[in-house]
């Protein structure tokens, strides 16, 4: 049906009519396969490749800077072990009878020579 035919006589005015020809004779067109393009599933699997790569980088940096900080502090933590032996040494030498009693005689200190001991009963009187 023509565009002329379908609207109408006011459009046959308008519109020129196409010239029929009878030589021409309708055929069938083989029909086109269409196949999915893959271009666009390419790029996105190489996307997602590429972000799981960059995401496992950074992972991996991460990672290597926390044992880097591990053994940092694992360090410290050793020598802090050490100062504090050193320390306890040091004040349970200092604490022993006879570096206490020469400091004591170094600093003008004299033994006591009438020991006296208080015996409290339960109510704190003597």
Do not use: K, Y
């Amino acid at each position: 049906m023509s565009p002329a035919a379908a609207l109408g006589s006011a459009a046959r005015m308008f519109l020129p009519a196409r010239p029929r020809s009878a030589g021409a004779a309708l055929r069938v067109v083989p029909r086109r396969t269409i196949r999915p393009r893959r271009a666009p599933f390419v790029v996105l699997v190489l996307l997602v490749l590429a972000i799981g790569l960059v995401g496992l980088l950074v992972l991996n940096t991460a990672l290597q800077q926390g044992s880097f900080e591990l053994d940092e502090l694992e360090q410290g933590t050793a020598v802090l072990r050490d100062q504090q032996a050193a320390l306890t040494a040091e004040v349970a030498d200092r604490s022993a009878p006879g570096t206490l009693a020469r400091e004591a005689r170094r600093l003008g200190m004299v033994p006591a020579a009438d020991l006296v001991f208080f015996d409290l009963d339960s109510s704190g009187a003597r």
